[in-house]
């Protein structure tokens, strides 16, 4: 239900925004365009002037992209009333010749087709794009948001220029209005929508430049959007490439109606059209190779297809080859079930060579609680962060925050606590709260914790070694057991820190550790060496499970924003013991070392 949910909101949104581009194009054309400019004309000039409507209110005067698609659905809708004449017409010849009603009805077969072969999550345990793990998917939800929310394309750490494919990030910005200003959920829609549109343009292309039949042009499009290249092209989320591919097969389309123009003012009128269009493909391509050369091999193999279809579909063709009816048809239907193998045949390879989708967990999308927090910087701390998809989604997720990360490699005990403070937080992937040791801190469910201040233990507070806290490190000890953890070879090295803010430290206390030797019977007490603070040593014997005090004064401590206080405990015998609980106190809990 939720995937047919998806499907009826992606489609009806796709339908409103190419609604919108139509009468746009529709509108503010005048009336004797309308033997040369087709429907699908009609609706690029419109997303033309949209963009151009973007570019002039962003870029001259910072104008928030939200109002500016409003202002100009708003603007579209008003003058389609004082033109009603005209969009009534031009509707009434629209359902007329069957052309609206067959466009739409294959644009919803495009969208399912790309739908299903795409399978994109459908709950919320995942969050909604399903790619390849191609940074450009990213940083275009990026632009979109940062243009709804500052009417700016100023942004940092992007993975190209934002001048190469400025039309794109407007285009899915007023897209994203339609999925509650959302441009992570209205990416793949989008996606789906440019695959539907090119599908319905090489059906109308065809028919139109090669005269093929309906089922034949239909053939073609289902071998070209099924295709490997094709769909490499789409699960690297090139939308400009994507978009660029209807735009160029106008073109062409328009060189075609060129030969039938009868007068030198409307060659005029579609040479004009065509560098419209041409300037409108180059703002989604401008200085990109790649997305160059993509088009150009896509759109070539649709003309050589479409070409190669027409010529063997001819009568004098066929003759040629199959010389009675029977034979011509047999001849027709050979290529008929070979186009549909061709269809199978590149869905099979997909399915079976293509890498897994990627898939980012839904949860991360709580760290959206935090845009509304008054600091200005976050630092990021990960653990796992596949291709770095993670940090640039936290970027998208806090459009207004300076983010920094600190690698996987770097331990958690080694994070910069002396920086941590309510306008500089470090957020910890997969790190409960209630190792931080102070009440400071935002859990995000799934994601990690936000500490706001530095790590620090409360005093006469119970701290079993079976858990992980920020501000105790230990080396020289096994993985955590329920129990706690046992030392491994002859001495264990143990730090404590301290925000001397929080917890008082600058006066006698002791430090209590909760040990268990698990002695054998009629075998003496194993010695402990204990090294502390400022060049401080004192032994002590452990014959069964209980405390053991070490003494600690303020110049033990080191440090400035945060104190630390280093610890080692050493094992003369060699033998193991079992670490269960740490306690700082102002008394004594057991044996005091001395």
């Not at 997303?47 to 659905?73: D, H, K, M, P, S």
């Amino acid at each position: 239900m939720n995937h047919v949910l998806n499907i009826a909101h992606g489609i009806g949104a796709a339908m409103a925004c190419a609604a919108c581009f139509y009468l746009a194009g529709l509108v503010l054309t005048p009336r004797r365009w309308d033997r040369l400019v087709a429907p699908a004309a009609n609706a690029i000039l419109g997303a033309a002037l949209y963009v151009l409507v973007c570019w002039v209110a962003i870029g001259a005067q910072n104008i928030r992209l939200t109002f500016v698609a409003l202002g100009f659905a708003g603007g579209v809708l008003i003058v389609a009333i004082v033109r009603m004449g005209r969009v009534g017409a031009a509707l009434k010849s629209g359902l007329a010749r069957g052309t609206l009603r067959s466009n739409v009805l294959l644009f919803v077969f495009f969208y399912v087709l790309i739908y299903a072969l795409t399978r994109p999550p459908a709950s919320d345990v995942f969050l909604p794009p399903a790619w390849s793990g191609d940074r450009d998917l990213l940083t275009h939800i990026r632009y979109a948001k940062h243009l709804l929310m500052f009417g700016s394309p100023d942004l940092d750490a992007a993975s190209f220029d934002y001048l190469r494919s400025p039309a794109v990030s407007h285009l899915l910005a007023g897209f994203s209005l339609a999925f509650d200003q959302d441009p992570l959920s209205a990416a793949m829609p989008a996606l789906f929508g440019l695959v539907a549109l090119i599908g319905v343009s090489i059906v109308s292309f065809c028919r139109s430049v090669f005269s093929l039949s309906m089922p034949t042009a239909i053939v073609i499009s289902c071998v070209v959007t099924t295709n490997p290249y094709f769909k490499h092209v789409a699960s690297e989320y090139q939308l400009q490439t994507l978009a660029a591919i209807p735009i160029l097969l106008c073109l062409l389309w328009l060189m075609v109606r060129i030969a039938a123009a009868s007068s030198k003012a409307e060659r005029a009128l579609v040479a004009t059209l065509m560098s419209s269009y041409a300037l409108f493909w180059w703002s989604f391509n401008h200085l990109d190779r790649t997305g160059a050369v993509n088009v150009t091999v896509i759109v070539f193999g649709i003309v050589l297809v479409g070409g190669a279809a027409h010529l063997v579909g001819r009568e004098d063709v066929l003759r040629r080859f199959a010389r009675t009816p029977s034979d011509r048809r047999l001849t027709v239907a050979a290529m008929s079930y070979a186009a549909i193998a061709l269809i199978v045949g590149n869905v099979a390879v997909q399915a079976s060579r293509e890498r897994a989708t990627l898939r980012m967990p839904g949860r991360w999308r709580g760290i959206e609680q935090l845009e509304k927090a008054h600091f200005g910087e976050i630092t990021l701390k990960i653990e796992h962060d596949p291709h770095g998809l993670l940090t640039a989604m936290t970027r998208y997720f806090l459009p207004d925050k300076k983010v920094h990360v600190i690698a996987p490699r770097v331990r958690v005990r080694d994070l910069p606590f002396e920086t941590i403070s309510h306008e500089s937080p470090i957020l910890i992937q997969n790190f409960g709260c209630e190792g931080v040791g102070h009440g400071d801190v935002i859990p995000i469910s799934g994601a990690g914790c936000v500490v706001f201040a530095p790590p620090a233990f409360e005093l006469d507070k119970r701290y079993p070694f079976n858990r992980t806290f920020l501000f105790l490190s230990v080396d020289g000890m096994t993985n955590r057991e329920p129990g706690g953890r046992w030392n491994i070879g002859r001495a264990v090295p143990l730090t404590l820190i301290v925000d001397p803010e929080r917890v008082r430290v600058d006066r006698d206390l002791y430090i209590n550790l909760f040990v268990n030797p698990f002695l054998p019977p009629d075998v003496k007490a194993q010695p402990l060496t204990l090294k502390w603070g400022s060049n401080r040593a004192g032994e002590t014997a452990v014959d069964a499970e209980g405390w053991v005090s070490i003494p600690i004064s303020a110049g033990d401590w080191s440090g400035n924003r945060v104190w630390r206080l280093p610890m080692t405990v050493g094992f003369p015998d060699g033998r193991t013991m079992l670490f269960h609980d740490l306690l700082v106190s102002e008394k004594t809990r057991g044996r005091v070392v001395q």
